[in-house]
Nanobody
């Protein structure tokens, strides 16, 4: 079992920056690929960014590419999402998620392809 706790959300003006963090309880954190998703009320949870277990591969949704950077520190069991140039449409609850090696290779970055979830942190971007 893995527990994930997000932090770093808040209220920011358009054009500003936030750094989200996710702390994982797993002793084998380095065995998990990690991702960030976001969700607004009435809409499906959508992929934001992901990082492989080693940190050597990163993936981004087109909506945040060039404005966001995902990183991880396997020594500290943390994964971070640096978001710059924030837009009002980035307003959402942001969730940290972990994927184990049991997920078949080639599985896309979709909610059903993740094994563990945090409770989320709210990001509000004002115009």
């Amino acid at each position: 079992q893995v527990q994930l706790v997000e932090s770093g959300g808040g209220l920011v003006q358009a054009g500003g920056s936030l750094r989200l963090s996710c702390a994982a309880s797993a002793r084998t954190f380095r065995a998990y690929a990690m991702a960030w998703f976001r969700q607004v009320p009435g809409k499906e949870r959508e992929f934001v960014a992901a990082i492989s277990w080693s940190g050597s591969n990163t993936y981004y949704a087109d909506s945040v590419k060039g404005r966001s950077t995902i990183s991880r520190d396997n020594a500290k069991n943390t994964v971070n999402l640096q978001m710059d140039g924030l837009k009002p449409e980035d307003t959402a609850v942001y969730y940290c998620a972990a994927r184990t090696f049991t997920v078949p290779p080639g599985t896309g970055w979709v909610p059903s392809g993740m094994n563990y979830w945090g409770k989320g942190t709210m990001v509000t971007v004002s115009s």
